[in-house]
């Protein structure tokens, strides 16, 4: 016997488990769990349209408020508070203001909504309001009973109430804010929905005028302290100039301005000494060559020598003329040169007056000029002390200046915003005002049972899937094969399945062998027969071990169906009843053995005393009534020795085992079979025993043979069990004789 066979099988589970999706499995699986699916999708469907009957009709008022970002502009100064730039964060920001409990809480203010009983539980006439739970909801008391942070509570919770109605949001990607708000009243949700606007609009224009009245309040005081400061600055500038003589005149101080007279006086000074000294050097040079000083040049412009030139010229003519006329000794002659003499005379005199009256003036010049250069010197001593003093001065003075500069700034961004307090703008503009609706916006009966519909679907495939998961049973040849890795073998239906419901009711299964040889009942043992024999190729399988999981699967049943469809077929089998706590084969027998197998292994009876003929020709060997013993007899040698006689003696040898989880008599029965046939009980057994019960097997050198369902509803896996060969029940079901 190949002792790998076991394992070498279940090695293929997880790679059977790991198959291909088939679509036409999950179809199966969700035509096995319809009913579940339709049962939980109509109680969805009916919840939700109970829900949408009973739902209180809500109406939905939208208001739209844009951002202009086209704002007028009065004059060109701006504002103290900018307007909102247009970009997209802002506009998400707007619509979370538009969201505040501080807007909220305005529009409760404005509208008194504290007094409203929908808002407000705990106001006058209210009778729960909106609240789920009126019942917590105790007696209101007089205000001055209620504490303050009661108070704030219960302020908190109307505001709450408030925002739950509201809706905000952004249109696409443009600068449209949507405000929608749902109320029951149509009238009131359009109240509300206007009032968010308004108040929206209001609280930005409202900051703004905050901003500038807070602005003007500040640069006003401002303004004030910087014309104390200033004055204060300028009269000490001016108290310094005056202590230290830096009085000044069309942006230069006294001494600057009488060093600059002195410099130009001193230079005209020199330059008049210049042109004296060299007048006065001509007229010396010219004397010094012999000249009479006719020549000089003060002499040649001197009016009075030019008189006397003039006389004397007339003289020389009327000398020349006497002199002709008369002789030299004539009177009127010598009277005449005389006279000419005498204005010579006075021409040399008037000359060297003149030359004097140079060296005089040139002396003068001199002076003047020493006196100027003295007085510049003077002034220039003077002006170094002042620019000493200057220093401090431009120190006074800057800061006057810069003083000066921010009164003067400050001075001038009060008077814009005195000019613009008053004509603020908000930064956006009501486009839609909020009209009454006239239709309900909640329920919506369509749309509830669109989501209905989805929602049961969703539910009803979820509880399939739970369904499969917590229901850990096996269906098909497919799923056998590939959750175990082993084969299948075949399966057994129930005859309530294949039969009529009469003949289901007054006949039991192995009965209904013998009577319908050729129904479809019958049919599956011969199929199940076929496969066991031929599990192992090319090696004879005489003993049979055919064991379960659990009890309650059909083993017996199953095990005595097959030894009669065997012994019909002309098979001489025998069925051991090794399942020493029930003894099920007992039920099959006319009348209970006084000998059975233990008494065989004992020595008490021998084999043939103890065989009890079948109707079909089969024999069964079967345990008395008392026949448990605490005895490990499947292990010893008498039990190998009955083994030996039974291969001998039948062509099959059918073990009827106890579960393997229940009892371990199976576990040391199975290595001396042939093969082992594992049964699980149709839609019943779960995987995880099967697996754990084969797994008690491994590593002995078992073989088994495969699996078989038991228990098969036909008519159900003819419905859904795609992937195993009843789903096609109705197509052959013509070819049996039921």
């Known amino acids: 016997m190949d002792g790998s066979a076991f394992e ?3 090695a293929s589970a997880p790679e059977a488990e790991t198959a291909s999706f088939d679509l036409n499995v999950l179809i199966a699986t969700f035509r096995r769990r319809l009913r579940l699916f339709a049962a939980v999708a109509l109680v969805v469907v009916v919840a939700v349209m109970l829900y949408t009957l009973q739902e209180t009709p809500r109406y939905t008022a939208t208001a739209q408020v844009m951002l202009d970002v086209r704002t007028e502009q009065v004059t060109d100064m701006s504002a103290v508070l900018s307007g909102l730039p247009a970009d997209s964060s802002v506009v998400d920001t707007e619509v979370e203001v538009l969201r505040s409990r501080s807007l909220a809480a305005r529009v409760v203010k404005q509208l008194h909504l504290d007094e409203d009983p929908y808002f407000n539980p705990y106001a006058p006439g209210a009778r729960g309001g909106r609240s789920l739970l009126p019942f917590l909801k105790k007696a209101a008391a007089p205000s001055a009973q209620v504490s303050p942070i009661e108070q704030q509570r219960r302020a908190e919770m109307v505001v709450d109430n408030v925002l739950q109605g509201l809706k905000v949001r952004r249109s696409g990607l443009t600068y449209l804010i949507v405000i929608d708000y749902t109320h029951p009243d149509a009238a009131q949700a359009a109240k509300l929905a206007n009032a968010f606007a308004d108040l929206y609009l209001t609280e930005q224009l409202e900051a703004k005028f905050d901003a500038t009245k807070s602005a003007n309040e500040w640069l006003d005081g401002r303004v004030a302290e910087l014309r104390d ?5 300028e009269a000490a500038v001016q108290q310094y100039k005056i202590a230290n003589n830096l009085l000044s005149a069309e942006g230069a101080t006294l001494t600057e301005q009488e060093i600059s007279g002195l410099n130009t006086q001193l230079a005209t000074a020199r330059a008049e000494q210049a042109e004296t000294d060299a007048r006065l050097a001509t007229a010396r040079n010219q004397l010094a060559r012999g000249s009479n000083g006719e020549d000089v040049g003060e002499a040649l412009t001197s009016p009075v020598v030019q008189q006397l030139r003039k006389q004397r010229a007339e003289k020389s003519a009327e000398v020349a003329d006497l002199a002709g006329r008369y002789g030299d000794r004539h009177p009127d002659l010598l009277k005449a040169k005389r006279e000419l003499a005498d204005i010579d005379s006075q021409i040399q005199a008037e000359i060297g007056r003149i030359i004097s009256a140079l060296e005089a003036k040139a002396q003068v010049s001199r002076q003047r000029t020493n006196s100027m250069a003295g007085s510049v010197a003077s002034s220039r001593g003077a002006l170094a002390g002042n620019n000493r003093a200057s220093i401090r001065l431009g120190e006074l003075q800057r800061k006057a200046d810069s003083v000066r500069t921010l009164y003067e700034t400050l001075l001038a961004r009060f008077k814009q915003t005195s000019t613009n307090q008053g004509i603020e703008q908000a930064d956006a503009r009501v486009v839609s005002k909020a009209k009454i609706p006239t239709r309900p916006s909640y329920p919506k009966p369509s749309l509830n049972l669109a989501l209905g519909m989805i929602m049961a679907l969703g539910a009803g495939a979820v509880a399939v899937v739970l369904a499969e998961v917590l229901v850990a049973g096996l269906f098909t040849e497919d799923e056998v094969e590939r959750r175990l890795g082993l084969p299948y073998l075949g399966s057994v239906p129930l005859l309530s399945s294949a039969a009529e419901a009469k003949i289901s009711r007054t006949t039991s299964p192995a009965d209904y062998l013998l009577a319908k040889p050729l129904s479809s009942f019958a ?3 011969r199929k199940l027969r076929a496969a066991i024999l031929f599990s192992k190729v090319g090696e004879p399988t005489k003993v049979i071990a055919i064991t379960s999981s659990l009890p309650g699967e059909g083993k017996t049943t199953t095990t005595f169906s097959l030894a009669r469809t065997l012994a019909s077929a002309g098979s001489n089998v025998v069925i051991v009843d090794c399942d020493l706590r029930q ?26 005393q103890a065989l009890i003929d079948d109707a079909s020709g089969a024999k069964i060997l079967p345990l008395a009534k008392a026949a448990y013993t605490p005895r490990d007899v499947f292990g010893s040698p008498a039990m190998h020795r009955l083994l030996a006689e039974l291969r001998s003696r039948f062509d099959l040898v059918l073990l009827d085992t106890a579960p393997l989880l229940a009892i371990a008599d ?9 093969a082992v046939v594992m049964l699980a009980r149709w839609k019943k057994t779960p995987v995880k025993a099967i697996l754990s019960a084969l797994s008690l097997l491994k590593g002995r050198g078992i073989f088994v043979a495969g699996v078989a369902l038991t228990q098969v509803d036909l008519k159900a896996q003819s419905r859904y069990g795609y992937g195993d060969a009843n789903y096609y029940y109705k197509s052959y079901r013509k070819y049996y004789a039921e």
Not at 229 to 233: C, H
Not at 588 to 608: H, I, R, Y
Not at 666 to 674: F, I, N, Q
């Open 8 to 10: 070498t099988r279940s």
């Open 229 to 233: 400061q200033l004055q204060e600055a």
């Open 523 to 525: 049919e599956s043992f």
């Open 583 to 608: 003894s099920a084969i007992n039920r099959f027998l006319k009348a209970p053995p006084s000998v059975g197998l233990l008494e065989v292994l004992n020595g008490v009876a021998t084999l043939d």
């Open 666 to 674: 199976t576990r040391v029965l199975a290595p001396s079979a042939d």
